[in-house]
């Protein structure tokens, strides 16, 4: 972590850099006659000492030790930062104009930044801060830092006459938490902006749950919310930086949620993902494929091509058969040879079917979640020993459900769950109290 303060010897120096030249003359002067008066002899008269010396006098009255103290001192005192803060319609080019900082010294401050690029678009607000060399009274740029947000300064250092080298600083930032909370009157959209959220919060929010709710369609007058905004902040100074940390919708007996985790996205309140998902597998645990899924598969009897449509697993009778995904039971039926089998439609897209079951626990027309228990698989229909026949139908095809390009669960690690559960403890902590007080 590196820190923005500045040290106390600069913040001397800054003073320093703002008197204009002629009076630092004076400023000299003055300490080189007053350090030269301390030396002076007591027992000189005093109304020499009533006489102020000139420059070069008290300069030649000085002793030696004195002039060695003073060169020490002069060393300390070296002209400092001078900061600009940017404005509208500024470049680089103009601000060095104004700065008389030369052509050469851009080009070589362009140069050092062709990794970062962190100059080439200066937004009103953020600063500059020049600091010039202390040993001539051009404009010989020394380092140049960008400050492009509390949290976030980018520092150019010449090394020579033609070079600068760039350090990028990013500071430890932390959340605040502020949460909005109101009711649907109108659209999302208004509700939300009266609560106080901006266009920039609203589009996110609403993003976050497009696969859940469709927010022109399914809100409805009455419907609460809760968003939680958090704001970076570098102590007690805001970076500009928002992020939405939770999201829930109270919408006809049932409430959607969603919560921000540290890899940087969204989950429910069980921390499972908020994209459409499907279990890869049917089973809780994997087993041995007995039969892959082959299409070109050759009969063993026939010796003609007889697709296998589906994956067998080598399941014991009585594994529990689970629904790789949310949907609703289209077949439960007995077949010569499928054996005792279940279909489920999860969208007009996916389809899924759980063959030589030993008992089917749904029924037609019931609704099923994802890695709910459907049925118990078995060995019945025409089969040559215990297992399950798997299939994933995509767009009404067979397809490899072991290899399908289809939406997959992705759930927190079970490691990083008890953390995750605490910050919605948290979350839902702040948007109940808020509701409260909003009555
Ligand atoms: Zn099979």
Redesign the pocket.
Known sequence: MTTLVTPMSQTLATKWQLFPQPHKYILIACIVSLSALAFWPSSRPSLEVMQAPTLEETAQASSAETTAELQTEALVVEPLPVQYTIEQGDTLSTIFDQFRISNSTMRAILASDEELLALDVLKPGQQLVFQFSADDFSQTLESMTLIKSPAHKVAYQRVDEKHFSFEEFILDTEWLESVYAGHIEGSFYVSAKRAGLNDDEIVRATHIFQEQINFARDIRAGDRFEVVVGREMVGDTATGSTRIEGVRLHSRGKTISAFLHEDGHFYNHKGESLTPAFLRYPTARQYRIS?PFNPRRLHPITGRVSP?N?V?FATPIGTPVLSTGDGIVTRVRNHPFAGIYVEIEHSTTFKTRY?HLNRALVKPGQRVTRGQRIALSGNTGRSTGP?L?FELHVNNRPVNPLKADIPMVSAIDKKALPAFNDRVAMLENLMVNHSTNDG
């Open positions: 039969s296998h589906g067998d063959l297992h026949h």
